[in-house]
């Protein structure tokens, strides 16, 4: 049994009859959300560059010389970032291969999956090289939703090969762009259109168009191809080469339903020809009838094959949610709340300066503002709503940065994105925006919330930080979803990824904090293509969330000898019970918490596997959000909680959290209990 596909279900349930937190936005019905037709991308370029004009140019760290061709966009944050701007080009994993090229080369194979205690990990094997014969230089010459595509020219300039990949995908096709020679690392034998060969990993076929194979050299002529695959160990190679036909491309379109958001991944062919893709464990597909291909073992789990061009697969929509519902609360907590809701306005610190920390700042001060209102604590409700209002009408001043060095946003040209002018976490290399800039959009929504005059001010650069992260298409200013990662259906942290193994992301919650933050600031606006889209990446990223980090399938082999429950880090090749800055249990759970808003639905429904993963983790960092999540286990569990929370050290609450947020939370779940 999958868990985590029958947890989200059972979360849909429980949520209702237990786990909300959170308030349910006024507007809407508070028992079914309603479909959000299709629109035209959010954010065009009509709207983006006026106010990209406006902003002031910074270029806080030099752009690596990158192996793109003029006109493309930077693809930061993509799973194939190592491609293009690492030093030396690094393996990228396209599952279920492993893929590498440089100048004259093509390098791919099949991953081995090794488990233990704290780690599964795969290689990047050399099953098979393919050599252009004549190549003076490679590089990515264009890329969409879920393919790269590189072109191998020669030392003329003059173009030889055309080279795609692409997630899902096991097949890596070579298309001729003049008659070319390709030298093999391996010698593949057989007759007409398919052919074999052996390596240390199992067998692999190519398929071939208008090309002569002798042995370990393969001559292909103009707008001939040849498609190279491995086969699955419970398939067989004919039924692979049918399906292998030339990609050249990927497209997806999605749906926003009442209960589910439904993402359609279209695997684009020469001719419309035949192809397969392969379903991870979050593509819950309810027709496997075409799923006959075999299938490979992955760091993620089983790969199944399926033949078709079209992957589609539906995750539960989430509803955001601005502040807690403090509704339920008894008399004696809600005394308690406003004793506490005053003494942390006025202990609210400094603001950070810089846009993780100062946005965590904004959105805690979000939250105070919140609980002041719904316990009537009028003085802190109105100190925190000056300080709040004062903060985002700063670090919003579209020009804020011509006159001073901190608190502000300016635009890097060669970037194509929005950068604050005090980096953190290599933010000016575009690392971890998501997580940044979704605490301020979740700011401001709440802001908004009380003070709607505040909109128009806040509107041009809040755009900006939305179109960074979460362009609707590549405007040539902004890329389309820059972190964002259709086919794996989370997002990925690292800006130029310079790592073997792989892109990686660790907070998983901080990216559904940000979707989530995404479209209360497009139901603020009134902007129902952003909100849309929005609702598609909360859900998407949130399914993935629970899958991957929170509620894996421990039943699954992958996992087999792997000693917890909760991980990490994901990477393309390998996924870590760690983090970057502690090995504490309580930090590799509470990375995935943070900042456990309002909006955590996914989190919930399985108080067994709640109690599992909270087990051991109530001491260290980011303890206090490991105290919140084992309160949604049960209605015991969040009293014992309550209980913690009040006595917990001051200097162990998180500083995107509050003692304030941290008892509404429970006492939230308490219903007043």
């Known amino acids: 049994m999958r868990w985590g596909v029958v947890g989200i279900g059972l979360a849909a349930v429980a949520l209702t009859a237990y786990a909300v937190v959170g308030r349910p936005d006024a507007t809407r019905d508070p028992e079914a959300m309603v479909p959000l037709p299709a629109a035209e991308p959010a954010l065009p370029a009509a709207t983006l560059a006026p106010l990209v004009e406006q902003l002031p140019e910074l270029e806080l760290a030099d752009l690596p010389a990158m192996r793109l061709a003029s006109g493309l966009t930077p693809p930061t944050n993509r799973w194939f970032s190592g491609l293009v701007f690492a030093p030396a080009p690094q393996p990228v994993f396209p599952l279920p291969l492993s893929f590498r090229a440089d100048d004259r080369t093509f390098d791919y194979g099949l991953p081995q999956v090794v488990t233990s205690t704290d780690h599964i990990v795969s290689s990047s094997p050399s099953d098979l090289v393919v050599e252009v014969e004549g190549a003076a230089s490679t590089r990515m010459s264009a890329y969409d939703v879920a393919s790269v595509t590189l072109e191998t020219v020669d030392d003329a300039g003059a173009r030889l090969v055309s080279t795609t990949v692409a997630q899902g995908s096991p097949y890596v096709t070579h298309l001729a762009l003049e008659e070319t020679v390709l030298g093999l690392s391996v010698a593949f034998t057989g007759e007409g259109e398919l052919a074999t060969a052996r390596t240390p990993t199992g067998t692999w076929g190519v398929r071939l168009r208008d090309a002569r194979l002798q042995g370990k050299k393969l001559t292909v002529s103009r707008g001939g191809s040849a498609v190279f695959f491995p086969v699955p160990a419970d398939g067989a190679v004919e039924e692979m080469g049918r399906h292998a036909s030339p990609l050249t491309g990927t497209s997806v379109s999605f749906e926003v339903g009442a209960r589910e958001v439904t993402t359609s991944l279209t695997y684009e062919t020469v001719d419309d020809g035949p192809t397969a893709h392969g379903l991870l464990p979050h593509h819950t597909v309810t027709d496997r009838g075409r799923c006959d291909l075999g299938s490979w073992p992955t760091v993620y789990g089983a790969l199944e094959m399926c033949g078709g061009r079209t992957l589609q697969w539906s995750a539960p929509r989430l509803r955001p949610r601005a502040e807690l519902d403090l509704s339920e609360i008894s008399a004696k907590q809600r005394e308690e709340l406003a004793s506490q809701v005053r003494a942390d306005v006025r202990a609210l610190p400094d603001p950070p300066a810089d846009t993780y920390f100062g946005g965590k700042h904004a959105y805690r001060t979000a939250q105070l503002l919140s609980i002041a209102s719904q316990v009537g604590a009028e003085g802190a409700e109105s100190s925190a709503l000056e300080h ?66 505040v909109i128009e001010t806040l509107r041009p650069v809040m755009t900006l930080l939305a179109a960074d992260i979460a362009g609707g298409e590549d405007t040539g200013l902004t890329p389309q979803w820059r972190p964002f990662d259709v086919y794996a259906s989370h997002s990925w942290a690292s800006g130029t990824s310079d790592f073997a193994d792989g892109n990686n992301q660790e907070s998983s919650s901080e990216a559904v904090t940000a979707w989530a933050g995404l479209e209360l600031w497009a139901r603020t606006v009134q ?61 590799v759970l509470g990375i995935q918490l943070i900042p456990m808003s309002p909006s955590i639905d996914h989190l919930a429904g399985d108080p067994d596997r709640i109690r599992m993963n909270a087990r051991g983790s109530g001491d260290g960092p980011l303890a206090d959000y490991v105290t919140m999540y084992a309160g949604l286990a049960g209605p015991t569990d969040a009293r014992e909680a309550l209980e913690q929370a009040r006595t917990l050290p001051a200097d162990a609450i998180d500083q995107g959290n509050s003692r304030s947020y941290l008892l509404a939370f429970l006492m939230a779940l308490t219903r007043g209990d």
Request: charge should be negative; hydrophobic fraction near 40%; proline fraction near 4%.
């Open 388 to 453: 709040l209002s004062a903060l985002l009408t700063k670090w919003t001043e579209v020009q804020g940065c011509d006159t001073r060095q901190e608190f502000c946003f300016g635009y890097a040209p060669e970037w194509k994105g929005v950068v604050g002018r005090t980096p953190s976490f290599g933010s000016e290399l575009f690392n971890d925006h998501h997580f940044h800039y979704g605490y301020f959009l979740y700011a401001a929504a709440v802001l908004a919330a009380h003070d709607p005059q």
């Open 527 to 587: 902007d129902p293509a952003l909100e849309r889209q929005a609702a598609w990446m909360h859900a998407s990223e949130a399914h993935a969330g629970a899958h991957y980090w929170t509620g894996f399938d421990l039943d699954d082999p992958v996992y087999d000898g792997f000693g917890h429950s909760v991980m990490g880090i994901n990477w393309g090749a390998k996924r870590d019970h760690g983090t970057w800055f502690s090995a504490a249990s309580s930090a």
